[in-house]
Structures are given as structure tokens and as C-alpha cells.
């Protein structure tokens, strides 16, 4: 099938003249509209104005060009239907077999803080989508290009074979059909003001085809949430292997993680899971606590920093095996001693604290909840025991780590770093011995936090047996007065916080 006219209006003039020119030298005559004729006629090409094939000038300001029987005949007639091609020689209207289009840039438009509703409203391309999706409805028939990444694969079939196959045609209207549907739902998700509509419109690029998921039998991808360059999805790369599945589970958990922390903090992870938190003066120090909180754990795990990582932290990530390092930056000193090991991943990335919707594919659906951006803002005592000076560093790290480990979740914390951490357990005592068995007699002194409320004594009184001297929890069970009770006569303070941390 011979390509003899093609319409081209492209807001994205990236290696526009190059195609053009090759089209053309194959005999394809050239339509186009307003800046796209233009920069075609400058460099030189033959070209068609659209105004010219409609018998219509361009009106309103541009916001009508194509919108015509004579442009959209010619790309939706079936090649197969006599009495369509005997209608359109009757109506003098020429077919089209080529159409070439890319939209105007909405997304990079209401980026902006200062779009106005009436700039955004202008930048909503309508002819452009109505042209690709005709193409690319009648793709056996007539080329649908949306992307100038696909010019050079087409130019280079066109003139080896003379035509696209089936084949490739289909895979483009694919294309242009996912870049028009990825286009409305861009409009819908800025126009679309409540919080839970009743269609939610998501738009995911591929970013990489993953070697395989959580298990080697199970196949994976990367998918990216477009213009979110802040966050572990678009991390920046400095070396190393290809991350996995479960390397990218696991880094982001540590990295919301520590993203929380407001002085410098470590954070290792092992299975979506904190095994070590460490907070000091510096990432190094930060680091060391970490790991020693449990230098067992961190062995082939994940450590996320909330500080640019120096050479000295460098030297000490270097000495064990480890899976990834993000940071939200590594200094010159620090890629050169981690270059060593060349399997090690490095990413590049801001911390950003939990925001915006979360989801959760289940069987058949998605769930959405808003993140989970409460923090140890407030809280109540509860008893007659005043918790210890000084406790609220611990008592944040505490919290905030019970925030991301599995419910159930106790962690116990002194000097900076966890000591003890149970989590994802079926009963909150489980969670409790598990933790107080790990912290052993660190946990004299120490800090207990729990995720969700303690409804019965039985956790106070094995926190009272290792030592404790303060527990933070929510508060709200109906056994809250039993466990005041048991916190007051073992001497522990005990705080409520009101606020509950389930992880699932």
C-alpha cells in the first residue's frame, strides 16, 4: 500500500525536517498546519496547508484547523470498502495515509505553580487527539505516528519494503491510543478536585523490564508515575547492577522511612522490614548505630541515609555485604571507595516524606487511602509515672519505626538507635517478647513503642521484666485502664499518643 499524502502537526519538532525531507524524497506529499507548515516551508519542503485541502481557513485563534470532513474522510475511510472510496471521489476528497502528531504540552504546562485555569484550558490539544485516534482506529489502512522516537524505524521500512507491515502498524496505534488515553487522564487528574473520584484516571509509564518479581518464576516491570522525579521510582542510578523487584520493595521502605527523620539518620531494612535505625550527628555515626542494632540483619540488606553520604560513611558501608544505598546525594570521596564493589546499586534521590494517595492492588481492584503522614505531635500522659528527661529522640525513633515495621509492631529504642524491633506478628505480646529478646539487658532504660494499642497488661508487665522505662501508644482500648494499672505499679511512664500506625 503506497504512502502518497501524509498530515503532519507536531508540537515536538524533534527530527521533524529529517523525516519530512524522507518522506518527501519518497514521493509523500506533505500537509501540515500553522508552525509545523511553517518550520517545514523554512527548511525548504513542498508542503500542502491544511486550509488548502479543507477549503477552510484556520478560526478561533487556531483552536479549529483540522476538525473537517475533508481531513477526518480521509483518514477513517476503509481501503476495502468500495462504496466508501466511490463517496469520497464523489465529495472530491483525497485519502490520507500517513498522520503524523504529537500534543500540546499540558503537563509541562500546569507544572507550572502559576498555570491559570484559562492557560491550562488552552493548552488542552482537541484536534490533535481526534487525528491520531482516527489513524489509529483505521491503522491497517493509514499510519498513526505519535512519537518522533518511531520516525527512523518507519523511514527505514518505507524504503526497504515500501510498507509497513500489519504488524508494526498495530503496534503503533497501540502507541498513539496509549498517548492520547495517558493525555485525557493528565486533564482529568488536574481538573478532577475530589479526593476519591468515582473514576480514577492513572497514567504509568514502563521505566524497565525487571529481571523477574519477588520470585525467579514470576515476571516484572517498573512502572513510573510521570513527572514525580523526586521520588524512588525516578532515583537516579550511580552504579551497579539492574535493581530487582524486591530491591525496589525494600528501598522503599527505607526511604520513607528515613525520610521522616529531620536530624541525620540511617536506615537498614531486610524484607520491606527495619532491622536497624540509627540517628547521630552524622551519617557515619548514624550508620554505626544502625548496624549495631542488629549487625546481623543488615548483612546483604538495604540502607537508606537522609544526608549526602561522605567517604568517611563510605568506608564503613564498604566493610559489609550490602544489596543498595540511597542517599539524597554521595560525595566525590564516598563513589570512589564504594566503586569497589561494583555490584553494590548507589541511587541518587531527595528524601520525601509520605504524601498524596497510596495504592494497593488486591484481586480484581486497587485500594487508595491517603498516605500516612501523621506523626508524635501530640501526646497525653497516662498514669501517674513522668516519662524520663530527655526521652522524646528516642521516643520519636521509637515511633516512627513502629510506624513502617508490620503490624503487629513493638520497637525499642535508647541511645539513638533501635535495640529490638517485632513486627508483622499475630499478637502484640509475640511482637513484644521478639523485640525485648533482641534488645536483651540493652533494654534497661529503653523506649517502647507500639503501633496499635496495648489492650491487655500482659505486654507491660515482659516490658517491666526487661526494664523499661517508658511505653508510647496510642491509647483508645477498652483494656487501657488494666494497662495504666499495670505501668503505674512497675514504675513505667507510659504516653498516648492518639494516634495508630497499622502497617499491612
Keep these: 500500500m503506497a504512502i502518497r499524502r501524509a498530515l503532519i502537526s507536531v ?30 516551508e523554512e527548511a525548504g519542503l513542498a508542503v500542502t496547508p491544511v486550509q488548502e485541502v479543507t477549503g477552510t481557513p484556520e478560526m478561533l485563534g487556531g483552536r479549529v484547523k483540522t476538525l473537517h470532513p475533508r481531513i477526518h474522510g480521509g483518514i477513517l475511510a476503509r481501503r476495502d470498502d468500495v462504496g466508501q472510496l466511490k463517496e469520497l471521489e464523489q465529495l472530491d476528497i483525497g485519502l490520507i495515509d500517513m498522520v503524523v502528531v504529537n500534543l500540546y504540552p499540558f503537563e509541562q504546562t500546569v507544572a507550572d505553580p502559576s498555570c491559570t485555569l484559562a ?11 481526534t487525528m491520531l485516534r482516527a489513524a489509529a482506529k483505521n491503522f491497517p489502512a493509514v499510519i498513526p505516528l505519535c512519537s518522533p522516537g518511531d520516525y527512523q524505524e518507519v523511514v ?5 519494503e515500501g510498507d509497513l507491515s500489519q504488524g508494526l502498524r498495530q503496534r503503533l496505534a497501540v502507541k498513539a491510543f496509549a498517548h492520547t488515553a495517558a493525555y485525557d487522564a493528565a486533564i482529568t487528574g488536574w481538573l478532577q478536585k475530589d479526593e476519591f473520584p468515582e473514576k480514577l484516571a492513572l497514567v504509568l509509564e514502563r521505566g524497565s523490564q525487571l529481571r523477574y518479581g519477588e520470585n525467579p518464576h514470576q515476571q516484572a516491570a517498573l512502572y513510573k508515575l510521570p513527572g514525580q522525579l523526586d521520588s524512588l521510582a525516578w532515583a537516579q542510578p550511580l552504579q551497579g547492577k539492574e535493581l530487582s523487584y524486591n530491591n525496589y520493595n525494600d528501598t522503599d521502605a527505607a526511604f520513607a522511612l528515613v525520610s521522616e527523620f529531620a536530624e541525620p539518620a540511617a536506615v537498614a531494612v531486610k524484607h520491606a522490614v527495619p532491622c536497624g535505625v540509627g540517628l547521630g550527628k552524622s551519617p557515619a555515626q548514624a550508620f554505626a548505630r544502625a548496624r549495631q542494632a542488629d549487625p546481623v540483619s543488615i548483612f546483604g540488606g538495604i540502607i537508606a541515609f537522609n544526608r549526602p553520604v561522605d567517604e568517611e560513611t563510605a568506608q564503613l558501608l564498604q566493610a559489609i555485604f550490602l544489596e543498595v544505598i540511597i542517599a539524597p546525594a554521595f560525595t566525590k570521596g564516598a563513589r570512589t571507595v564504594l566503586a569497589a564493589k561494583k555490584n553494590l546499586r548507589l541511587l541518587e534521590c531527595p528524601n520525601r516524606r509520605p504524601q498524596g494517595h497510596v495504592l494497593r492492588s488486591i484481586s480484581g481492584g486497587v485500594l487508595v487511602q491517603q498516605a500516612d503522614t ?86 507491660v508487665e515482659a516490658a517491666a521484666k526487661a526494664g523499661i522505662s517508658l511505653i508510647l501508644q496510642p491509647g483508645g482500648s477498652k483494656g487501657d485502664e488494666k494497662a495504666i494499672a499495670a505501668a503505674d505499679k512497675a514504675g513505667i511512664a507510659m504516653l498516648f499518643t492518639g494516634i495508630r500506625h497499622f502497617r499491612h
Design 11 to 40: 508540537y515536538d519538532k524533534s527530527g521533524l525536517i529529517d523525516f519530512a525531507r524522507a518522506l518527501a524524497e519518497m514521493g509523500v506529499q506533505l500537509i501540515s498546519t500553522g508552525g509545523t507548515a511553517r518550520c517545514l
Design 119 to 129: 492557560r491550562a484550558l488552552e493548552n488542552i490539544d482537541i484536534g490533535g487527539p
Design 156 to 160: 527505514e521500512v518505507l524504503r526497504r
Design 374 to 459: 501523621g506523626g508524635l505531635s501530640q501526646w497525653q500522659a497516662a498514669g501517674s509515672i513522668q516519662p524520663p528527661q530527655d526521652w522524646e529522640e528516642d521516643g520519636h525513633l521509637a515511633w516512627l519505626t513502629a510506624k513502617y515495621a508490620k503490624s503487629n509492631a513493638i520497637v525499642i529504642s535508647k541511645d539513638g538507635m533501635t535495640l529490638g524491633i517485632g513486627s508483622g506478628c499475630t499478637s502484640r505480646i509475640d511482637a513484644a517478647n521478639i523485640a525485648l529478646a533482641a534488645a536483651g539487658e540493652r533494654a534497661r532504660g529503653a523506649i517502647m513503642a507500639s503501633d496499635g494499642f496495648i489492650p491487655f497488661p500482659d505486654v
